[in-house]
Antibody, heavy 122, light 108 residues
Framework: QVQLQQSGPGLVKPSQTLSVTCAISGDSVSSTSAAWNWIRQSPSRGLEWLGR?????????DYAESVKSRITINPDTSKNQFSLHLNSVTPEDTAVYFCARDRAGWDYFDPWGQGTLVTVSS | EIVLTQSPGTLSLSPGERATLSCRASERLSSRYLAWYKQRPGQAPRLLIYGASNRATGVPDRFSGSGSGTDFTLTIGRLEPEDFAVYYCQQYHSSPQTFGQGTKVEVK
């Protein structure tokens, strides 16, 4: 059974970098049949896919256009986890951030992490 | 990007009643690439249906999905207390993957 456990600070100052980590159990971040995603949820924007990382002979990343200039998703094979970094944050980035797996060829999300509320405020 | 519009915004029903939720896409989708999720307060979304009509592991058979093209439906046969929640559709026909705005199923 795959489980995703998130960790990260709940408060980030404007203009700083938001970072959240997702630890994987029951699967591998290097799996060639999965991809590892970040999705956020806010009252104003609803559920918004942010990006993903996946391994297919080499590492790949896909990012949403809305955050492409500010986002990095990094795998950590030594700890079997992946992380989200979103820089130059503003209060509009306040949201619950979720990590989630998708299976190759089927881009639905299952399972999800428990969610991390990140508030951007001074 | 593909826009998904869910209706109604809120569905007020009693336990034991049947719920019918709609998801309309701005472009034609392959049925393979439409999913439904359930979210209860304070929890992450949980996959219910993928490929428009395939129940995920452990999902009760009172949940069923149907549809094709631009119109998709999630039906809950007889509402149980734990079914009162918000339901989202999601498309993965094209990037970026997008979600509908949700339908809240509440107790009447």
């Amino acid at each position: 059974q795959v489980q995703l456990q998130q960790s990260g600070p709940g408060l980030v100052k404007p203009s700083q970098t938001l970072s959240v980590t997702c630890a994987i159990s029951g699967d591998s971040v290097s799996s060639t049949s999965a991809a590892w995603n970040w999705i956020r949820q806010s009252p104003s924007r609803g559920l918004e896919w942010l990006g993903r990382t996946y391994y297919r002979s080499k590492w790949h990343n896909d990012y949403a256009e809305s955050v492409k200039s500010r986002i990095t998703i990094n795998p950590d094979t030594s700890k079997n986890q992946f992380s989200l970094h979103l820089n130059s944050v503003t209060p509009e980035d306040t949201a619950v951030y979720f990590c989630a797996r998708d299976r190759a060829g089927w881009d639905y999300f299952d399972p999800w992490g428990q969610g991390t509320l990140v508030t951007v405020s001074s | 990007e593909i826009v998904l519009t869910q209706s109604p915004g809120t569905l007020s029903l009693s336990p034991g009643e049947r719920a019918t939720l709609s998801c309309r896409a701005s472009e034609r989708l392959s049925s393979r690439y439409l999913a439904w999720y359930k979210q209860r307060p304070g929890q992450a979304p949980r996959l219910l249906i993928y490929g428009a009509s395939n129940r995920a592991t452990g999902v009760p058979d009172r949940f069923s999905g149907s549809g094709s093209g631009t119109d998709f439906t999630l039906t809950i046969g007889r509402l149980e207390p734990e079914d009162f929640a918000v339901y989202y559709c999601q498309q993965y026909h094209s990037s970026p993957q997008t979600f509908g705005q949700g339908t809240k199923v509440e107790v009447k």
